[in-house]
């Protein structure tokens, strides 16, 4: 064995501490991360299932909106306001789009921001 090899014992403590340091940091965003996008797939989950239901197309917006909101109450989604929700007529026929920011605070006056945009299409024109 060379004098190299028989002073390397394993991970020193300033060494151990930083990776400690680094997987908190991880873990503190994933923290505040996972309920932000937990209710972004929950949003697009109730979009989806209001795409699927039988003769969506032929409702009126102000019906559609409250299906809509609806299932987001059942899914405990508080971020989507009705400022935040569209239901239109395109080229392709009706749509549903939700359009929302959410902010979180992460450290002290640090916070996180994520904004969402999504669009689905409710029946043939």
Do not use: H, W
Not at 33 to 45: A, C
Not at 61 to 80: G, H, Q, T
């Amino acid at each position: 064995m060379s004098e190299l090899e028989k002073r390397q014992d394993g991970l020193s403590l300033v060494g151990f501490l930083s990776v400690l340091l680094v997987v908190t940091v991880c873990v503190l965003i994933g923290m505040r991360l996972f309920p932000m996008y937990s209710e972004y797939y929950s949003v697009v989950g109730s979009m989806k299932s209001l795409q699927e239901e039988p003769g969506i197309a032929k409702k009126p917006p102000d019906v559609i909106k409250e299906l809509f909101f609806r299932r987001l109450y059942v899914n405990y989604v508080d971020s989507v306001k009705r400022k935040n929700v569209l239901v239109g007529r395109g080229q392709n026929g009706l749509f549903i789009r939700v359009k929302y920011e959410v902010r979180r605070p992460m450290v002290g006056n640090l916070d996180v921001v994520a904004s969402f945009d999504k669009t689905v299409q409710l029946g043939g024109s």
